[in-house]
């Protein structure tokens, strides 16, 4: 059974660092594009950036450019998303995604394999 776990959540202050991971087991990511998600209370899915199977490719939302960065480890069967300078508003239950084929521009909205979520709570 495919399956993708988040870690890495957790409260930081505003200003701060944190590292999200996701897990696959079932199947090899590497011949996966993996997108982060994020949903806010009362708001929508938003797709926050996104990595191609080879890792060659990223993209991020303008939202989180310059201070989140996507990576991957295929050996791994991992993806990382290095958040740093996160502020209030970055706030949000985070979600990691697999699908193939899939690209990356533009950002991706559906995907077909989702994570349960790991949350994340910036402090002011």
């Known amino acids: 059974q495919q399956q993708l776990v988040e870690s890495g959540g957790g409260l930081v202050q505003s200003g701060g660092s944190l590292r999200l991971s996701c897990a696959a087991s079932g199947f090899t990511l590497r011949h996966y594009t993996i997108g982060w998600f994020r949903q806010a209370a009362g708001k929508e899915r938003e797709a926050v950036s996104c990595i191609s199977n080879s890792g060659g490719t990223t993209n991020y939302a303008d939202s989180v450019k310059g201070r989140f960065t996507i990576s991957r480890d295929n050996a791994k069967n991992m993806v990382y998303l290095q958040m740093s300078s996160l502020k209030p508003e970055d706030t949000a239950v985070y979600y990691c995604?697999?699908?193939?084929?899939?690209?990356?521009?533009?950002?991706?909205?559906?995907?077909?394999?989702w994570g349960n979520g790991t949350l994340v709570t910036v402090s002011s």
């Open positions: 995604a697999a699908d193939t084929p899939a690209w990356c521009y533009p950002l991706p909205s559906r995907m077909d394999y």
